[in-house]
Nanobody, 115 residues
């Protein structure tokens, strides 16, 4: 059974940093395209960053230059380093792993950017 478990969320002041982790069990992250999504209050879920099985990377325009997605295959973990955080980054962040036809989600971790 595949499980994705996020951690690292919390409360941070504007301009601060957080690193989210997504630990996978029951599968190997290097075989999947892995991504981070977020859902802010009252908004639809949006793609934040993705790292593909061929190591290509894609970012939402709103986070380019501030967020970095990476994968450590030895730890079977995907990370999202978030710097220069803004109040509009406040959301529940979800880890996703997919390899057609399989698609898995974590339970989400709350990130709140506020004074």
């Amino acid at each position: 059974q595949v499980q994705l478990v996020e951690s690292g969320g919390g409360l941070v002041q504007p301009g601060g940093s957080l690193r989210l982790s997504c630990a996978a069990s029951g599968t190997i992250v290097s075989f999947y395209s892995m991504a981070w999504y977020r859902r802010a209050p009252g908004k639809q879920r949006e793609l934040v960053a993705a790292i593909f099985s061929g190591d290509g990377i894609n970012y939402a325009d709103s986070v380019k230059g501030r967020f970095t997605i990476s994968r450590d295959s030895t730890k079977n973990t995907v990370y999202l380093q978030m710097n220069s955080l803004k109040p509009e980054d406040t959301a529940v962040y979800y880890c996703n792993g997919h390899r057609f036809p399989l698609n898995y989600w974590g339970q989400g971790t709350q990130v709140t950017v506020s004074l």
